[in-house]
C-alpha cells in the first residue's frame, strides 16, 4: 500500500521559515508527479505547488511564488517545501500528493488546471503566529 508521510510542520513566527518533507514508500517514487497542497479551517483545499517527475518543471500557486520552493530527491523518495517569509495566511494542514506521469509536466497549469492525484498524506500542521 502506497505511503505518503509528510513532516516538518510546527509553530513559527510571521517571517520566519520551514521545510516540509513528504517520504514516500512502496511507489516508483521517479515515475510520480508530486505537489503540495493546503487546507485552513472553513476553507477549501488550494493548490501550492507542483513538481514534475524529473524535477526539471516546477510550478507555484501565486500566493506563494517568490516565498515557497519545491524539490524533491528521487533517491531519497522524498518531496520538499521550503518556506519563507511565512504569513498568518499561510496557516493551513499541508498535504502532499502524487499522481503516476513518467515522462511528461503533469504539473502544467498547475493549479488553476485542477490536477487529480491519486495518493494523498495525512498532512502537515502549520500555524503562522503575527
Known amino acids: 500500500q502506497v505511503q505518503l508521510v509528510e513532516s516538518g510542520g510546527g509553530l513559527v513566527q510571521a517571517g520566519g521559515s520551514l521545510r516540509l518533507s513528504c517520504t514516500a514508500s512502496?511507489?516508483?517514487?521517479?515515475?510520480?508527479?508530486m505537489a503540495w497542497f493546503r487546507q485552513a479551517p472553513g476553507k477549501d483545499r488550494e493548490g501550492v505547488s507542483c513538481?514534475?517527475?524529473?524535477?526539471?518543471?516546477?510550478h507555484y500557486a501565486d500566493y506563494v511564488k517568490g516565498r515557497f520552493t519545491i524539490s524533491r530527491d528521487n533517491a531519497k523518495n522524498t518531496l520538499y517545501l521550503q518556506m519563507n517569509s511565512l504569513k498568518p495566511d499561510d496557516t493551513a494542514m499541508y498535504y502532499c500528493?502524487?499522481?503516476?506521469?513518467?515522462?511528461?509536466?503533469?504539473?502544467?497549469?498547475?493549479?488553476?488546471?485542477?490536477?487529480?492525484?491519486?495518493?494523498w498524506g495525512q498532512g502537515t500542521q502549520v500555524t503562522v503566529s503575527s
Open positions: 500528493a502524487a499522481e503516476w506521469a513518467p515522462k511528461y509536466d503533469y504539473c502544467s497549469d498547475f493549479p488553476e488546471a485542477r490536477r487529480e492525484f491519486r495518493y
Open positions: 512502496r511507489l516508483t517514487f521517479e515515475g510520480y508527479a
Open positions: 513538481i514534475s517527475w524529473s524535477g526539471d518543471n516546477t
